[in-house]
């Protein structure tokens, strides 16, 4: 067995364990391998031991790469998830491979992807509305005071499918703190729109904890690519 396979056995084993500990079904859980800094041969390699989910946070990296995946291996279907903060001059690159998007933050860059959307019928794209849990308004992401206003217009929009929320927790505080705040969060925006119960939470460092709040989407890089050589 290769290490990326004992790698990402040993998180699906992490992911597993965590369900069980909490009543939760594994099933309901989603692993996003997150490629970022790494060749599309990666992802390939990921895609033959079952992995479907990847994610990226630069769409000139991330747009490149999933081109010469399916060039690499058209038999595969890999399911892209743009994660990272998107500018609005990205949306149209990042619709042409990307299925979810789990930074949606604000209204400029909602108008944008209504916009593109509205060129092509057929095209569709799952979203999070991504939480700012920080005090800095430079960061990413929505204050949460400010979700159920902009959830409204996200769901306004035909051609958008709301999933719920994404946060990410402080490396500063304790992570329970922000994952009791997007836990609360996806309970108040399931007020407006019952389906959109999904919670993107938890990385490499803190997944196991995030299940445990409710998190069905959970990110993961090093602990299965391992550091860039």
């Known amino acids: 067995m290769s290490a990326l396979a ?5 998180v699906n084993s992490r992911i597993a364990n965590a369900a069980n500990q909490h009543n939760r079904a594994v099933e309901d859980i989603t692993l996003i391998v997150v490629t970022k800094n790494h060749p599309a041969e990666l992802a390939v ?9 990847f994610g990226e946070n630069k769409d000139q990296e991330a747009s490149a790469k999933a081109l010469k995946v399916r060039e690499i291996a058209p038999q595969f279907q ?6 990272g903060q998107l500018q609005s001059n990205k949306a149209k690159s990042v619709l042409s491979y990307a299925a979810v998007l789990h930074s949606l933050d604000r209204e ?9 959307l509205d060129r092509d019928e057929q095209k569709r794209l799952k979203v999070f509305i991504e939480l700012n849990l920080t005090d800095d308004p430079n960061r990413g992401g929505l204050y949460p005071d400010k979700l159920s206003e902009f959830a409204e217009q996200v769901l306004a929009s035909p051609r958008l499918d709301l999933l719920g929320v994404m946060g990410v927790a402080s490396l500063d505080g304790p992570a329970e703190a922000d994952f009791e705040r997007i836990a609360k969060a996806s309970q108040i925006l399931q007020t407006i729109s019952p389906d959109a119960r999904f919670i993107s ?9 995030a299940i445990g709040f409710g998190a069905t989407h959970i990110r993961v890089g090093t602990a299965i690519t391992g ?3």
């Open 6 to 10: 004992e790698r990402l056995g040993e």
């Open 227 to 229: 550091k860039r050589q």
């Open 108 to 116: 400029s860059l909602l108008k944008e992807l209504n916009k593109q």
């Open 201 to 209: 939470a938890g990385m490499s460092a803190d997944f196991e904890m």
């Open 78 to 83: 890999p399911i892209w998830h743009f994660v």
């Open 45 to 53: 390699s990921l895609l033959e031991l079952g992995q479907k989910n």
